[in-house]
Each structure stands twice: as structure tokens, then as C-alpha cells.
């Protein structure tokens, strides 16, 4: 067995983007060190090795170091053996990638804010969410996962939906997925949770639940809420 | 599949960063294809919304009619399905490499993100915008360093991403007041440098244009 240099992987157990980049490692059997970041707090290694956005997760490959999860994701089906997390048809290649731009870009933000909102402005980040899961449902198409048979990029990009979102349900009382039109992503999201290599990454229910609600503030949450649809 | 047009199309509109970022990579790698003006600022053709119906945006490459959306998606797919055709714009065999390409090609949009908002906003949000954008071209400045493109001695991927947004610089220089020689000289030689090869320049729109450009869109939106 030839000797790779240590993988060290930066983040927060209860980020979504960094399950993306742990998710990787794991379905690759790659093994790695977490180093649990205080994101209120940011340590020297990880301003040192994402100077630009100064965020989670940072992959660390001996001296090199990846950022961004979907960078991350591609970086590690690279590098390592085991696998393929993305397919091999340059045309399925394209829609994988299209369809993880999706959640990134036109998704997350309503989705988000359905969650963050109230009244009228909710109802309308709603519609907009659901018009969007129904695109994604869509796209399962009858199969197991999105990447077909076994879990692949697609399906670790679009890992929020198997975990935090049912969380954020939960403290919220918004419902979206138990919709009886998500019936697809429903049953995607009990796949994905009970593959063993991911099992090994994901924070349970009641460690997300514990982790938001400590950190949100009811003006820290309308704050982020702000922000959000500025950027829109 | 049947009756699709056989070949590339590539759904794009004149001034589109975005669709320059396609039309140069088919010319640096000699692919041949048909260009398809669109209509964005009237009604949207039947063609761009069957084949973008999630966004409706150009630029579309539409390969024996199976479209391929957004501009980096496009970049990839084009050096995966046509292997053979050189120059190649990602490292072949440097996944880290690909990975930095990656990033920072992904990173280039917020020139064009940032750049908007400094012409669309006033007051506060714009000095937001403009601190904002000398940053980013700062941090573009600092990761090209004294090499040649991004792509080390060859023009690649990250160069490609950036250099369509070149034209729109004069524009966000007057709008925030900053000079792009004074803050980033080694990403202006950089522009220079690109804007001297066929497939750049073949792509490109003055910027006396592109200012024309913005200006029909602030009317459209109703900004002052």
C-alpha cells in the first residue's frame, strides 16, 4: 500500500457543506482527520488556508488545500481511488453538475427562507421551494439515487435535503418534504441516510436541532434572513 | 435523439460575458458550431425555453439537441465529450491543479455580480459594491501573481472564465472610481495579454458598447 499524505479535513459537524466534503472522503474510503472548527472563533489554520472566503469546509491534502465543497467533492474523486462519485458520460457528467448549480444558486435561498420568514413573504418562499423540489423529484425518475444505483456527486450535493431540512421542519412546523408530491425525495432521503459510509458523517436530528438553536437568536436569525434577500 | 439537430448550437446573446466565456472556448479548441442570437429583452424564442426551462438564460449549448446550461457546465462539458480536441483548458492529469481551476474560474463570477450591483445600487449598497470589487480583483491579482494567465504559461480555464468580463471594467471603473492598473496592475497586463488572441478578441465588444449596454438595462429596470 503506497503512503499518501495525511488528508485533514476542516469544518463543523453540523454544516451541510462540510458532510458534502466528509461524504466524499468516506464514500471513497479515504481516511482523514476532522478538525472541528469554532466558527465564532476562526482558527489561524483555516484563515491560513481559505484566505479568500474564510469558510467550511477546508480540505487539507498533505500541503494542498481545497476549498469549496463541490470543488472539494470533484477534488476527491480525483485524487483518490475507489468509487466513481461522478458518472462517466461527459453528457450525465454536465447534468449532475447542472443540477448541484441548482441548489447552490436558484434553490437555497427560498428554501432557506421559507424557514427564516412569516406571513405573506413565507407563503411566497414556499411556492417558490416547492416549484423547486418538484423539479428535483423530477429528476430521481424512479431510480434509487440521483447518481442511479449507488450515491454520487449529485446526491452528496444535494445532501441537505436528507437530514437538515427535516430538521429545520421540525423547529419550524413549516412543512415541505411530507408533501404528498415529494414521495421520490422522500424515500431518496431514507436511502442516502442509511448508506453505511454516510451514516459515519451525518450529525443525527437532535445534534443539528441542539447545535440551531443554540446559535440562533431571533435577531440573529432576521439578520440572516436580511442578508439572504439582499443578495438576491 | 430523433430529428435533433445533428451538431453544436450555441443559444447566446451579443454582450453575454457568460456566452463569451462558451464562444472562446469552442475557439481555442477549434470545435466547430452554430451561433444562435437570442431575444432576451423582448420575448424569449420557444428554442432557449424548451431547452433552459429552469432558467431561461443563455448561454445554451445545445450537442445533437441535448442542451447543456450554464457557462462552466458548458466548459467542462466541452473538455470531457470532445477529449480529442486540444488546446485542453483543465490540466489532465493534476486533480489539485483542476481543483485550483476550478475555484478560482467559479470565483470569476463575482466580477460580473459584484460589478452589477455597483452600477444598479446607490448610496451605502454602492460603496458596499466598489469596497467589494477591489477586494475581488485584488485577490484575482494576487492569484495570477507574475505568471502569465492563470492557466501557468498556456491560456486555460480560469483565464477563459475571467477575461469576458475584461469589456465591463471600464464601466465598473467609473462607476466605483477606482482604476484597475492602480489596484490590480498584473490582472491589467493580464487583460491586455488576453485581449491579443483571436479567440478573445473575435469574442469581444468594445467597451463603449457594453457601456451602452448597461445603460439600456438601467433604463429597463428604471434607475436613474
Keep these: ?232 | 435523439m430523433a430529428g435533433a439537430k445533428k451538431g453544436l448550437v450555441l443559444l447566446d446573446f451579443w454582450v453575454s460575458p457568460f456566452g463569451q466565456r462558451c464562444r472562446i472556448a469552442l475557439a481555442e479548441k477549434g470545435i466547430p458550431y452554430e451561433y444562435s442570437e437570442q431575444e432576451l429583452l423582448g420575448a424569449k424564442s420557444d428554442l432557449l425555453l424548451r431547452s433552459n426551462p429552469v432558467h431561461k438564460k443563455i448561454p445554451v449549448l445545445l450537442h445533437d439537441g441535448r442542451p447543456v446550461c450554464e457557462s462552466l457546465v458548458i466548459l467542462n462539458y466541452l473538455e470531457e465529450a470532445f477529449p480529442d480536441a486540444s488546446p485542453k483548458l483543465l490540466p489532465a492529469d493534476d486533480a489539485y491543479a483542476r481543483a485550483q481551476a476550478r475555484f478560482w474560474a467559479a470565483y470569476s463570477d463575482k466580477v460580473y455580480e459584484v460589478g452589477t450591483r455597483l452600477w444598479k445600487l446607490k448610496g451605502e449598497p454602492q460603496a458596499q459594491a466598489r469596497a467589494e470589487i477591489v477586494q475581488v480583483l485584488r485577490n484575482l491579482d494576487g492569484e495570477l501573481g507574475e505568471r502569465s494567465f492563470f492557466g501557468g504559461e498556456a491560456f486555460g480555464f480560469v483565464d477563459v472564465a475571467l477575461v469576458p468580463f475584461v469589456p465591463w471594467l471600464p464601466s465598473y471603473e467609473r462607476y466605483g472610481e477606482f482604476s484597475v492598473e492602480g489596484i490590480a496592475p498584473r490582472l491589467a497586463a493580464w487583460a491586455r495579454r488576453c485581449a491579443e488572441r483571436d479567440s478573445v478578441a473575435k469574442s469581444f465588444h468594445p467597451p463603449e458598447k457594453v457601456d451602452e449596454f448597461i445603460n439600456l438595462l438601467k433604463k429597463t429596470y428604471g434607475i436613474e
Design chain 1, 1 to 232: 500500500m503506497s503512503s499518501s499524505p495525511p488528508v485533514k479535513l476542516i469544518g463543523h459537524f453540523a454544516s451541510p457543506f462540510v458532510h458534502r466534503a466528509a461524504a466524499a472522503l468516506r464514500l471513497k474510503g479515504v481516511p482523514y482527520e476532522f478538525i472541528q472548527e469554532d466558527l465564532e472563533n476562526k482558527s489561524e489554520l483555516m484563515l491560513a488556508n481559505n484566505p479568500i472566503h474564510k469558510k467550511v469546509p477546508v480540505l487539507l491534502h498533505g500541503d494542498r488545500a481545497v476549498c469549496e465543497s463541490l470543488v472539494i467533492v470533484e477534488y476527491v474523486d480525483e485524487a483518490f481511488d475507489g468509487p466513481p462519485l461522478l458518472p462517466a458520460d461527459p453528457y450525465d457528467r454536465a447534468m449532475a453538475r447542472f443540477w448541484a448549480h441548482f441548489m447552490d444558486t436558484k434553490c437555497r435561498t427560498p428554501l432557506v427562507l421559507s424557514f427564516l420568514t412569516e406571513g405573506e413573504q413565507q407563503e411566497g418562499f414556499l411556492k417558490e421551494t416547492k416549484e423547486n423540489l418538484a423539479l428535483l423529484e423530477a429528476q430521481l425518475d424512479g431510480k434509487r439515487f440521483f447518481g442511479g444505483d449507488s450515491v454520487g456527486y449529485l446526491d452528496i450535493a444535494l445532501s441537505g435535503m436528507s437530514r437538515w431540512m427535516a430538521v429545520f421542519e421540525e423547529m419550524t412546523g413549516v412543512s415541505l418534504l411530507a408533501d404528498d408530491d415529494f414521495a421520490a425525495l422522500r424515500r431518496w432521503a431514507k436511502e442516502y441516510t442509511s448508506n453505511e459510509a454516510v451514516m459515519q458523517c451525518l450529525p443525527g436530528i437532535e445534534q443539528i436541532k441542539g447545535h440551531f438553536s443554540a446559535t440562533a437568536k431571533k435577531d440573529k436569525v432576521k439578520a440572516v434572513a436580511t442578508a439572504m434577500q439582499q443578495q438576491q
